[in-house]
Nanobody
Framework: VQLQASGGGLVQAGGSLRLSCAAS????????TGWFRQAPGKERELVGR????????YDLDSVKGRFTISRDNDKKTVYLQMNSLKPEDTAKYYC???????????????WGLGTQVTVSS
């Protein structure tokens, strides 16, 4: 499985961005996908994930109510809609996938290169 994350950019606080994670390879719907982010000098953290069955979990309290994960199996793409962005959301965002919907980065075998999100105040 190969992943390509896109959709990042520079946005003002309060703005929105939609990140996409496009996958190549068969049976993408059988994989769980996680969205991670890493700010400079900080550890990579799990933002949220979608299981093979479509169960969505947001692992960061700070994004609940602002971020939405969705998946289009026909397009083999997982999305991260980010609204009401804050400067503290600034990070490089990565998508990762594996058959197991894990809660740590070590649970995911396949990673995209990441896309930068910068939120100005």
């Amino acid at each position: 499985v190969q992943l390509q994350a896109s959709g990042g950019g520079l946005v003002q606080a309060g703005g929105s961005l939609r990140l996409s994670c496009a996958a190549s390879g068969p049976s993408f719907s059988r994989y769980a996908t996680g969205w991670f982010r890493q700010a400079p000098g900080k550890e990579r953290e799990l933002v949220g994930r979608i299981s093979r069955s479509g169960t969505i979990t947001y692992d960061l309290d700070s994004v609940k109510g602002r971020f939405t994960i969705s998946r289009d199996n026909d397009k083999k793409t997982v999305y991260l809609q980010m609204n009401s962005l804050k400067p503290e959301d600034t990070a490089k965002y990565y998508c990762a996938t594996n058959r197991i919907c894990g809660t740590t980065m070590f649970a995911y075998d396949y990673w995209g290169l990441g896309t930068q999100v910068t939120v100005s105040s």
